[in-house]
């Protein structure tokens, strides 16, 4: 199983988490040419930065805006100065519980003064509009759907408000946009089947907002987060922004220690400043669970039957099971009673999931009752290799005997979709031609 593992000693923001994304392999210009689609008048810069003794990359989101204004500080603050009585900066997708963002670059220890005339309000429809819009596959367009619809639900409840009402500042801000929806794109790149996270450090301080001083994290981070553990560590600063914690909802994280993992990348995301004692930064561990295939491991299996509903808000649902962690969901046709039709969605996930989906069906469909059990199985050791096609690179997913030969061998999906798409080439050339491509390099290493 393809395992990603956030280690979050510093906490975790947008542009952290992108830089993180890039330091592990997933192309920068996959990232540039995403932000380009959004057509929102922004685009990404990438580099290479030292935070305590350690390189990372650091993602900078550089609107039209940050070449108009004349500011006092530096591209790494993207431009955006603030008054804060506390020793850090902020970076402009950080949301506070009065609706705005301004995303922290963590412990800039400069006090800032600014207008945020130029910066427009957006309503959550409007977001989600661009996001349609967007030349963008499904899944990611779901995700980054759904990290805003957080967003906008944290800001109602805070407010005692429906979610309609909420204007967001900041948050509709191009630099969160890019950040949330290069997010999905880079996760999608990867193409993990679960996401881990450590527990989450917060920061501490305070932070001055429209509604007054606010104690770290902010309101709306704390929504955010639910029940994740969290804890403070390190010089007073906001180190868990509310873009950071709605990307961690976004992917359904499961908050647990380091599993035995066989790392096959690893990033560093920094952030804007270099903290004295403890590196600004996060660390993105990619790999495949190290489990002893000839054990059984636990699934868990939770099926409802359906009848009542549009196969459009079945597929829906489906997206969103996987979004919150299940490994699998399939749709069967069954025949009821009284002669109904329906559909048995199956869901498969670690049985540690089975709460929160079972919550996901109950929230997001007609069904009135499910059942789920917890059986075992074993699967085979998975890798990924990458072979350079024609049009581009094609990872190739390979299952391994336990005596280490190959079970079999698959082009990935998506990324032959993406190249298919790009250049106008039929899906079954580009497959094809990286089955090949692969099997000349085995060829090669025997």
């Known amino acids: 199983m393809r395992i990603a593992y956030l ?31 959004l057509n929102v008048g922004a685009r990404l810069e990438a580099s290479k930065v030292t935070r305590g003794g350690l390189t990372g990359t650091k993602i900078d989101v550089i609107t039209e805006d940050d070449h108009q204004q004349d500011h006092t500080h530096s591209v790494q603050d993207h ?24 995303e922290h670059s963590h412990a800039d220890e400069t006090v800032h003064t600014h207008e945020h005339s130029h910066q427009p309000h957006r309503s959550l429809s409007t977001i989600l509009g661009i996001i349609a819009a967007a030349p963008l596959s499904q899944s990611v367009k779901t995700r980054a759907a759904r990290a805003f619809q957080l967003l906008g639900e944290a800001e109602a409840s805070i407010h005692s408000m429906s979610i309609e009402q909420v204007h967001f500042h900041e948050v509709g801000a191009v630099d969160t946009i890019i950040d949330i929806v290069c997010s999905a794109v880079g996760c999608e790149h990867l193409n993990v089947d679960r996401w881990l996270c450590s527990p989450l450090n917060v920061g501490s301080g305070t932070v001055n907002c429209a509604h007054g001083t606010l104690p770290v994290p902010a309101p709306a981070t704390l929504a955010l987060l639910g029940d994740a553990p969290i804890y403070s560590s390190g010089s ?6 509310p873009t950071g914690a709605a990307i961690l909802r976004m992917l359904g994280v499961e908050y647990t220690s380091l599993p035995t993992l066989r790392v096959a990348a690893t990033g560093y995301g920094a952030g804007g400043r270099d903290t004295p004692g403890q590196p600004n930064l996060l660390r993105l561990l990619v790999g495949e669970e190290a489990s002893d295939q000839n054990m059984p491991e636990s699934i868990a299996i939770l099926e409802t039957v359906i009848d009542d509903s549009s196969p459009q808000l079945i597929a829906y649902v489906s997206e969103l099971l996987l979004e919150a962690g299940a490994w699998d969901v399939y749709r069967i046709p069954v025949q009821m009673k009284k002669g109904r039709t ?42 990924f290799k990458e072979v ?21 061998a698959a082009p990935e999906y998506e ?9 106008s080439i039929p899906l079954k050339v580009i497959t094809e031609q990286a089955r090949r491509m692969f099997a000349a390099c085995e060829e090669e290493r025997r």
Not at 31 to 36: D, H, Q, R, S, Y
Not at 360 to 378: A, C, M, S, Y
Not at 388 to 408: F, L, Y
Not at 417 to 422: I, P, V
Request: a negative charge; glycine letters at 6%; proline letters at 5%.
């Open 415 to 423: 990324d032959c979709r993406s190249l298919a798409t790009t250049h």
């Open 342 to 383: 329906g559909v048995q969605l199956s869901v498969l996930c670690h049985p540690d999931r089975i709460d929160t989906l079972r919550d996901l069906l109950f929230r997001e469909t007609t069904t009135i009752g499910l059942h789920w059990r917890v059986e075992n199985k074993v699967s085979l050791a998975r890798e």
């Open 388 to 408: 350079q096609t024609d049009w581009g690179p094609v990872r190739i997913k390979i299952a391994r005997w336990p005596s280490g030969e190959i079970a079999n």
């Open 236 to 241: 007073p600063m906001e180190r868990l922004t």
């Open 7 to 37: 280690e979050c000693f510093s906490g975790i923001s947008g542009d952290m988490f992108l830089g993180a994304l890039v330091d592990a392999g997933v192309p920068f210009s996959l990232l540039e040419n995403t932000a380009a689609a």
């Open 79 to 102: 431009q955006h100065e603030h008054s804060h009585p506390h020793e850090h900066a902020h970076s402009p997708d950080h949301l506070h519980e009065h609706g705005h963002t301004h």
